[in-house]
């Protein structure tokens, strides 16, 4: 099974209750940044240029562990900034997992071989590696030497150690798609769990031109999508078949909900217009019908798993053919 199985378990079983309720905007997947600050100060990065003023600040335990508590959806992505420099990080994976949420802990693995001295492996648990290219590439988007090498070594000893990995790889401009294959197989070489990949996106506060227009996107993702058919991808069938043009697909910008020091970010993970003191106050005074393809320019190129992989969970279910595909997808 591509994916755990309680994982399975658990998101059927909270899509259906929420269905059989008829709520028709639920969140699948809390992103709960406790921290801004980074090691690195990559290129094709937003959080660290959009929060330049406040990304001193970060939340207290308290604060993470009550957004757990405020937000039902069944999985918690603790990302950043880089999560491992957030002091009691430890104490906040212990308490989401004590909740029953599963885990998918984003870092660019600098500091993941230290780490794993104070961390067990959890059913509930993946780590999330970022990782852009090859040795060269790699080092360049981070803007600094050694990365890859760290990051690699960290991966094959959290392997060794028992630990669910996955990667995050994202597509620019520039990115080489023979390198991004020869990436893929040394990381599948490394016993990795599972591949995420998607284009970048062109945050207002990047001035660099690295990232792609949509054409472009569907372009790159035609080949993309091939390398699925032999690695073992997370990123479903259907979201690629969107990123390749074959499918059409409208944002869900409330499926991937973000809090972090600021307060609860709306409207969504890419784009920050306010920021509200709770989930509840999110949910109810954004306006979800300014935002999407045609309604927000700063929505125009935008294809990012985060707004369209919570659509799949609401389009699969209209199409026997969908059905089985992303069954057999998962079984395979």
């Given at each position: 099974?591509?994916?755990?199985?309680?994982?399975?378990?658990?998101?059927?079983?909270?899509?259906?209750?929420?269905?059989?309720?008829?709520?028709?905007?639920?969140?699948?997947?809390?992103?709960?940044?406790?921290?801004?600050?980074?090691?690195?100060?990559?290129?094709?990065?937003?959080?660290?240029?959009?929060?330049?003023?406040?990304?001193?600040?970060?939340?207290?335990?308290?604060?993470?562990?009550?957004?757990?508590?405020?937000?039902?959806?069944?999985?918690?992505?603790?990302?950043?900034?880089?999560?491992?420099?957030?002091p009691p990080i430890f104490d906040l994976i212990k308490g989401v997992l004590a909740r029953g949420k599963h885990i998918y802990f984003c870092t660019n693995g600098l500091l993941l071989e230290k780490?794993?001295?104070?961390?067990?492996?959890?059913?509930?648990?993946?780590?999330?590696?970022?990782?852009?290219?090859?040795?060269?590439?790699?080092?360049?988007?981070?803007?600094?030497?050694?990365?890859?090498?760290?990051?690699?070594?960290?991966?094959?000893?959290?392997?060794?150690?028992?630990?669910?990995?996955?990667?995050?790889?994202?597509?620019?401009?520039?990115?080489?798609?023979?390198?991004?294959?020869?990436?893929?197989?040394?990381?599948?070489d490394l016993g990795v769990d599972g591949i995420l990949v998607a284009p970048g996106f062109g945050y207002e506060a990047v001035g660099e031109k690295l990232f792609l227009e949509r054409r472009e996107?569907?372009?790159?993702?035609?080949?993309?999508?091939?390398?699925?058919?032999?690695?073992?991808?997370?990123?479903?069938?259907?979201?690629?078949k969107f990123l390749k043009g074959e499918r059409k697909l409208e944002c869900t910008p409330w499926g991937n909900p973000t809090r972090n020091p600021r307060g609860w970010k709306a409207p969504c993970?890419?784009?920050?217009?306010?920021?509200?003191?709770?989930?509840?106050?999110?949910?109810?005074?954004?306006?979800?019908?300014?935002?999407?393809?045609?309604?927000?320019?700063?929505?125009?190129?935008?294809?990012?798993?985060?707004?369209?992989?919570?659509?799949?969970?609401?389009?699969?279910?209209?199409?026997?053919?969908?059905?089985?595909?992303?069954?057999?997808?998962?079984?395979?």
């Open positions: 099974m591509r994916f755990p199985w309680k994982l399975n378990y658990d998101l059927t079983k909270y899509i259906i209750a929420n269905k059989l309720n008829k709520i028709d905007k639920y969140p699948l997947v809390l992103m709960l940044e406790p921290t801004h600050l980074c090691n690195l100060a990559c290129s094709g990065c937003g959080r660290i240029r959009e929060y330049a003023d406040t990304i001193q600040e970060i939340m207290s335990l308290e604060e993470c562990l009550a957004s757990v508590d405020e937000c039902p959806a069944p999985v918690v992505t603790i990302t950043g900034g880089e999560p491992f420099l957030y780490a794993l001295e104070s961390m067990e492996p959890h059913p509930n648990f993946t780590l999330n590696v970022h990782m852009d290219g090859l040795e060269e590439t790699h080092d360049r988007i981070l803007e600094r030497k050694g990365t890859f090498r760290t990051a690699m070594a960290a991966i094959a000893k959290a392997k060794e150690r028992g630990f669910r990995v996955c990667t995050n790889t994202t597509i620019f401009k520039e990115t080489d798609l023979v390198e991004i294959e020869m990436l893929f197989s040394q990381l599948t996107i569907e372009r790159k993702f035609e080949q993309v999508y091939e390398m699925s058919k032999r690695f073992r991808f997370y990123s479903t069938p259907m979201y690629l993970y890419l784009i920050t217009d306010t920021h509200y003191s709770s989930f509840r106050e999110m949910m109810e005074k954004t306006d979800w019908s300014k935002y999407g393809v045609g309604k927000d320019e700063r929505c125009a190129q935008c294809m990012m798993h985060c707004g369209f992989e919570p659509t799949v969970v609401t389009e699969v279910g209209k199409n026997w053919k969908d059905i089985w595909e992303m069954i057999v997808w998962n079984l395979t």
